[in-house]
């Protein structure tokens, strides 16, 4: 079980690094076919290292380090109650039970 996680977890990052590239590799395309710069076009991945700071920046969004703590925070701050997922738990809860009582009833 955990090697099939291992390679699930493990193609899925490849899948995500592969579209990334893609993206980057059209919007190359896309510069060399209008055959000069246009500032509304970003960069699909772009790294940037400045005295021992190091910004990413996703589809010209720019994403550091300080900004995901921050969002963690906040979250934690906020500890928000999600209706879909504890609507969810409680189904896959009551389908459990119910399969197991049913299976117990089979069984005897």
Same mark, same amino acid.
């Given at each position: 079980m955990? &090697?099939?996680? &291992? %390679?699930?977890?493990?193609?899925?990052?490849l899948?995500? +690094?592969?579209?990334l =590239?893609g993206m /980057? &590799?059209a919007n $190359? #395309? *896309?510069? !060399?076919?209008? #055959?000069?710069d246009?500032?509304?076009?970003h /960069?699909?991945?772009? &790294?940037? @290292?400045t @005295? $021992?700071h *190091?910004?990413?920046?996703?589809?010209?969004? @720019? +994403?550091?380090?300080?900004d995901?703590?921050?969002?963690?925070k !906040?979250l934690?701050? *906020?500890s928000?109650? $999600?209706?879909?997922?504890?609507?969810? %738990?409680?189904?896959s809860d #009551?389908?459990?039970?119910?399969?197991?009582?049913?299976?117990q009833? *089979? =069984? !005897?």
């Amino acid at each position: 079980m955990k &090697l099939f996680m &291992l %390679k699930s977890v493990g193609i899925a990052a490849l899948m995500l +690094i592969s579209v990334l =590239t893609g993206m /980057q &590799l059209a919007n $190359n #395309g *896309i510069h !060399k076919m209008k #055959g000069y710069d246009d500032p509304n076009f970003h /960069q699909a991945v772009s &790294l940037n @290292d400045t @005295d $021992n700071h *190091i910004s990413a920046s996703i589809l010209g969004n @720019d +994403i550091s380090s300080h900004d995901i703590e921050a969002k963690k925070k !906040k979250l934690e701050e *906020i500890s928000a109650y $999600n209706f879909f997922s504890s609507m969810g %738990k409680k189904m896959s809860d #009551g389908i459990s039970n119910a399969s197991e009582n049913l299976i117990q009833k *089979i =069984t !005897k």
